[in-house]
Each structure stands twice: as C-alpha cells, then as structure tokens.
C-alpha cells in the first residue's frame, strides 16, 4: 500500500508541476496568436525508441489544439506551429513561413514564450508557498529547546561532533531555528560554536561533508535533537507488494513480514522503555544503541505501562529495531502569519530553493560534491514524497519541485527553455537567427544529452534499490 500511496503522490505531483509549465507556454503562444496544435501531457514513448507502444493514451480536439495524453508520466510538451523543438518537425520547417507561426513572430515575444514555462513554474512555487504559510504557519524547532543537545552521527562524529552536544553559534552568530544547522552545509567555509562540558568548542565544517552525507553507502542521519521518548503507536506489519518481494529475493532476504519484535513482547501506546537487559535507557539514541548492539540476540526489556512495571523478552532480527514509533520529547513553535504576511514571505522562501541549488552546483563545480552522489530520477523524488500522504509534505515538496523545474529549464541545454532563450538573445544581439542546420544538430545533442543523464540517474537509482 506504501508503494501505491507514493506512486500516487509522484504522478500527481509531476502532473500538476509538468501540467502548469506546459500551460505557461500554451498562455504566451496564445497570447501572441500563434497556433498551437498539440498539448501534452506525457512523453511518447517513440522519443525513447519505444515504437510498439501508443503514442497516446487519449486525445482531444479543441479547435487547432489536440490535447492528448501520452503513456510515459516523465514530461509534457507543447507543439508550437513553426517551431524548431523536440518534435524535429523539418518538413513544415522547410515550407514558406505564416502569419500565425512561432518563427514568423518578432524575437521578443518568441522569448516570452519560452520563458513562459519557467515564469509560471516560478508563480506556482511562490502561491503554494504562500498558502502553506497561511494555513500551516512556520514550525521550528527553537535551539532553546535542544536541552539536552543533539545526537551524532557518524559523519558528524568525523567531523569532531559528538552526542550530547550543544550547537550555540553557526559562523560566530546566534541561531534561532534548528534546521538552519543542516542549512549552513551548503556555505563553504562554514563552523559551529559547540558548547560540551561547560566549555566552548569552534569545528569547521568540512566543504566535503554535504557529499559524504549525500553518499549512499554513508549513514543519512547527521545531528537531530537528542530527546526522552514514549511508544507512541506500534504499527501492523505489512506484507512487501510484488516489487518489494522481488528486491528482497534478490538481495537473498525472507520476502515474507512477520510479527515485529515490539508487537511480541506487547509494547503500547504511552509504555516507557526503562531499562534493556538490566541498563537504564533514558534517550532514544540510546535505545537504539543497544539495540544495535544486540542484534540477532535474545534481549529483556523492563516496561513501565502507566506506572506497572513489567519484563519482557524477546529475540531481535538481524536489524535491530523494535518496530514502533516513538513519541518524542521535544518543543516545537510555529509562526501564524496573516494573508498579507504569508504571501510576502513566500517569494524569499521560494527563492531560497534556487539559491540552494546554486549553492549545490557551486560545489559540483568545485569538486566537493560528487554529481553521482546528488542526482536521482523519478524514484528518488518518489521517495522524497514517501509512502504517507501527508498534504502538507506533498504541497510544501511540489512548491519546492516547482521551484527546481524552473531552475532546471533555464540552463543553457539545447532542447531545454534555456537552450532556446540563449538562441534567441543571439538573434536579438546579433541581428540574424541560427541557421536551421546549426539548429537541428543542437537539439540533436541536447536531447541525447538529455536523455544519456535522465538514463543515468534511472540507473543510479535502480543501482540504490538492489544493491
């Protein structure tokens, strides 16, 4: 059910952000008078060498516009008449321009056109930000709050870390909000005042550690608040759908779920974990410590259930983990901001995921993060929207989404928006366009480009599920 409730989150999330980029073209070449003849949503699989498959599902005809939909949810686009696209359309290229040709347009509104995808991607991200300030306000986790510090993991130990630790400063200022910790990993040059032992401490944060965390074969957890726990709820086991069963036979594993250890020994909503064989457990990181430690053992737990305490013992798996959620002790604060105020902060809350992009591509460029170790497909963003339909996640990852499509498009790739943008302020400086020969090569190579890096991150991605 996980599986579904994410696929279900991925193809509504690429259809609405693929959806009102297409839509920012199809309003400009409008617009403009110029003639559109199809919008779609969905690639045809024949652009990927695929040509046993339909080229649509469906289609409609509304005036000089066929409105279709093809089988392959990874894109969309817009047939502009006298266009040079992916279409590679050189036949009508070859006839006598008309009025209501793209080509036949003047330059300045041949680049409205184009930027019309990016400028609506961009109008998206801001309004959903905005309404997620509106209706959910800004939680954070104040640092104040952080009494008992944070909790370490490898990475963060390599860089001298360590739990029960208190970040009091980042770059010699004070801080407010937790998250802005993780945020600094993208500055370069970046440190963190560390309070341990009534003493003060400054670490430098290594240019590397963003792709050390963003390595796969590392542990994802960096610093997260150390924290008192309950049980909060202990959930069923779910049976693995097909495609889970078949990664596990694969890796050699049991694709059969069976009764996890915290539904053995009866764990329930508001028990207390007291001690594990005989040791008092105060924190979570604790708890998972020792769990760790005795994996595949037999371990006894001493249980408070609204103050009765009781033992209980049971044999770990091969993981370690009990299988319930925990109820952690930690104060969060929220920012209720009126219409006004949400939708003024929204266009720096968008904006800072460009920035953060930026940020990323400076430290590719500069060798302190691996491109293998940042890209992903359509599976990574799956995973990002989980298995869970949370509506706040899903809108607060579409806006950011948004926001990333945007950025993505402007770059200089043939085949891309940006590719077409630089064409056209050429034309513009220049005073001629490319030649159609010069155009048709370009696009050649930026869809081969396009699609060698769509193929690669697949591979990555299916490389990180079976490995």
Do not use: C
């Not at 986790?141 to 390599?158: H, M």
């Amino acid at each position: 059910m996980d599986v579904v409730v994410m696929i279900a989150q991925l193809l509504l999330g690429l259809s609405i952000l693929v959806g009102v980029h297409e839509l920012g073209h199809f309003l400009t070449a409008k617009w403009f008078k110029m003639r559109v003849e199809q919008f779609a949503l969905g690639l045809p699989p024949q652009m990927f060498g695929l040509k046993f498959l339909p080229a649509k599902i469906f289609s409609v005809r509304h005036g000089e516009t066929e409105y279709l939909l093809s089988p392959l949810p990874l894109g969309g686009y817009v047939k502009i008449a006298g266009m040079m696209d992916e279409s590679m359309d050189t036949e009508q290229m070859a006839s006598e321009p008309q009025p209501w040709e793209f080509r036949s347009k003047p330059a300045w509104q041949r680049l409205i056109v184009m930027m019309g995808g990016i400028i609506v991607n961009v109008i998206t991200g801001i309004v959903i930000f905005g309404f997620l300030l509106l209706i959910y306000g800004e939680q954070y986790i104040p640092t104040k709050a952080l009494k008992y510090g944070i909790v370490a993991g490898p990475v963060a130990q390599n860089m001298g870390l360590r739990t029960g630790d208190k970040i009091v400063k980042l770059n010699g200022q004070t801080f407010e909000d937790f998250s802005d910790i993780s945020k600094s990993l993208l500055n370069s040059g970046s440190y963190y005042t560390v309070e341990r032992k009534g003493q003060l401490i400054d670490l430098q944060v290594p240019d590397k550690l963003l792709n050390d965390l963003s390595n796969k074969k590392s542990p994802q957890n960096f610093i997260f608040p150390r924290m008192t726990f309950t049980v909060d709820t202990v959930p069923p086991v779910e049976q693995p759908g097909f495609l889970a069963r078949l990664i596990l036979q694969m890796k050699g594993k049991d694709p059969v779920a069976k009764e996890s250890p915290a539904q053995k020994i009866g764990l329930q909503s508001g028990d207390k974990i007291e001690k594990v064989n005989g040791t008092p457990i105060r924190f979570f990181d604790e708890l998972q410590e020792t769990l760790k430690a005795n994996k595949g053992k037999t371990v006894t737990f001493t249980i408070n259930h609204k103050g009765t305490i009781r033992e209980s013992t049971t044999q770990l798996d091969t993981t370690g983990v009990l299988g319930f959620i925990p109820k952690q002790d930690i104060e969060t604060a929220t920012i209720d901001y009126s219409f006004g105020e949400a939708f003024a902060k929204a266009p720096a809350r968008a904006f800072e995921v460009i920035g953060n992009q930026l940020k990323a591509f400076g430290k590719i460029f500069r060798g302190e993060l691996s491109p293998t170790n940042s890209l992903g497909s359509f599976i990574s963003i799956g995973k990002l929207y989980g298995g869970i339909w949370d509506w706040e996640k899903f809108w607060s990852l579409t806006a950011t989404l948004s926001m990333v499509l945007a950025f993505m498009n402007f770059l200089p790739i043939p085949v891309l928006d940006g590719g077409h943008v630089v064409f056209l302020l050429y034309e513009m400086i220049a005073g001629r366009a490319p030649s159609q020969k010069f155009m048709e090569v370009a696009l050649r190579f930026g869809m081969v480009l396009l699609f060698g890096l769509m193929a690669f991150a697949i591979g990555l991605d299916f490389y990180r599920l079976v490995r």
